[in-house]
């Protein structure tokens, strides 16, 4: 089945600085990969997500970046602001015309704004 | 409804009692997933739902945990005999369906948290 590792488990970074999150997943069936932001005392809500058919993914601050022949990928916050600190986790699911796989999950990385 | 309902929210048990845990996911979404976090812990698999498919249980940590989905819609999930390690929030999500084939994204409810004196 599907396993997910996530890497850092916590980051700190200065206001304003970038913040880069890795993951990597062992399906290579995987498609689908979400990214989910889950602040202190409230459910995971998605924040950006990319599929298999391209490398990378922009919203704003947010980007995601997909390496499909190494099965990794990575979620970049540039311009880092105390509203960003938060737990992190990233996912990883096969999915396709007649039926997706479950949603498997990484460990979760908590990001620390310092102001 | 206009979101993912769990309840109940707060759960006090002794060990080995049985417990329910009740989702009710957002109308039309067939798409139904149980999540347990532990304290400062991420997100563990333990059952997925959906459609008419018979569901993933591959998560589910020991044969004291089973859950049902009724109707397509409402989802239980029961611990039996639970222990102090069952203590954790669980989580339910749902996803819509389009076709055949998710889009993706998960809504998830409040949570349930569980402590097992």
């Known amino acids: 089945g599907e396993n997910v590792e996530q890497h850092p488990s916590t980051l700190s970074v200065q206001e304003g600085d970038s913040a880069v999150i890795k993951c990597t997943y062992s399906d290579s069936a995987s498609n689908y990969f979400p990214w989910y932001k889950q602040e202190l005392g409230k459910r995971p809500q998605l924040i950006i997500d990319i599929r298999s058919n391209v490398g990378e993914k922009k919203d704003q601050r947010i980007a995601v970046t997909l390496n499909k022949t190494a099965k990794h990928f990575s979620l970049h916050i540039t311009e880092t602001q105390p509203e960003d600190s938060a737990v992190y986790f990233c996912a990883a699911q096969s999915s396709g015309y007649s039926s997706a796989s479950k949603i498997i999950f990484g460990s979760g990385t908590r990001l620390s704004i310092r102001p | 409804g206009a979101g993912v309902s769990q309840s109940p929210s707060n759960k006090v048990t002794e060990k080995g009692k049985d417990v329910e845990l009740r989702c009710d996911p957002i109308s039309g979404h067939t798409a139904l997933y149980w999540y347990r976090q532990s304290l400062g812990q991420g997100l563990e698999f333990l059952i997925y739902?959906?459609?008419?498919?018979?569901?993933?249980k591959s998560g589910l940590p020991s044969d004291r945990f089973s859950a049902e989905r009724t109707g397509g819609s409402v989802s239980t999930l029961t611990i039996q005999r639970t222990q102090q390690e069952d203590s954790a929030v669980y989580l339910c999500?749902?996803?819509?369906?389009?076709?055949?084939?998710?889009?993706?994204?998960?809504?998830f409810g409040e949570g349930s948290r569980l402590t097992v004196l």
């Open positions: 739902f959906q459609g008419n498919s018979a569901p993933d």
């Open positions: 999500a749902s996803s819509l369906a389009v076709g055949q084939v998710q889009t993706g994204e998960l809504f």
